[in-house]
């Protein structure tokens, strides 16, 4: 069976400040996709990441970077410089590489304050 | 990339009716799309997969003939909660896979509906 955990559930920042998510994983699979979406106040989720198991390569978005590192099967989100738009729930995900269905970790609630 | 819509947006309905949302792909065919409920402060919770053309395959728990699912075209799948209760008031939300070359895409999702159920 697959989990995903997201320790946190709530962040509060002040603008400018770095914030850093955490996600660890649980599959028995060796090829997967891990993804991180962003739902703001209005629900919808916004794609973010999409990160496949052979690819450890990290990665950077302008203001987001991932940290991905299959040895403690981890998928870190860091935003730099936080903003208040900002401010929404991250969700961390998983998927199997021959299959459709996403597992969602819990979601961390993410407040940056002006 | 992929649009997937949602309608209706929003509703509210008494408790005992049936309230039918639509999920559509606007720019690509889905011959799977997922439906996901989500409570207020809580993660998405996959409810169904819908199948074109078949039965919807609903995950454990989730009482088949209280949420009724069908996907009928390439670009619409319908979920009817039937006999709504205020314990159904939800976030719901669909996402569906493109038609071609899907092992490499993500799921697009629609923005939701929320039911209010009096």
């Known amino acids: 069976a697959q989990k995903v955990t997201q320790a946190q559930t709530e962040i509060s920042v002040v603008e400018k400040e770095d914030v850093t998510l955490d996600c660890v994983y649980e599959t028995r699979d060796t090829t997967y996709y891990l993804f991180w979406y962003k739902q703001p106040p209005s629900g919808e989720l916004v794609f973010l990441i999409r990160r496949n198991s052979f690819d450890e390569q990290n990665e950077i978005s302008g203001r987001y970077s991932w940290n991905f590192q299959k040895s403690t099967s981890s998928f870190n989100f860091t935003i730099t410089a936080s903003q208040v738009v900002d401010s929404a729930v991250y969700f961390c995900a998983l998927r199997k590489a021959a299959g459709n269905k996403l597992t969602f970790g819990g979601g961390t609630r993410v407040l940056v304050k002006p | 990339g992929a649009v997937v819509s949602q309608h209706p947006s929003w509703v509210i309905c008494k408790s005992g009716t049936s309230v039918k949302i639509e999920c559509r792909s606007l720019?690509?065919?889905?011959?799977?799309m997922f439906w996901y409920r989500q409570f207020p402060k809580q993660s998405l919770m996959l409810m169904a997969t819908s199948n074109e053309g078949s039965k919807a395959t609903y995950e454990q728990g989730v009482e088949k003939d209280k949420f009724l699912i069908n996907h009928a075209s390439l670009t619409l799948s319908t979920l009817t909660v039937t006999s709504a209760h205020p314990e159904d008031s939800s976030f719901y939300i669909c996402?569906?896979?493109?038609?071609?070359?899907?092992?490499?895409?993500?799921?697009?999702f629609g923005p939701g509906t929320r039911l209010l159920v009096l």
């Open positions: 996402s569906a896979f493109p038609f071609e070359g899907a092992t490499q895409e993500t799921q697009y």
């Open positions: 720019d690509f065919q889905a011959t799977t």
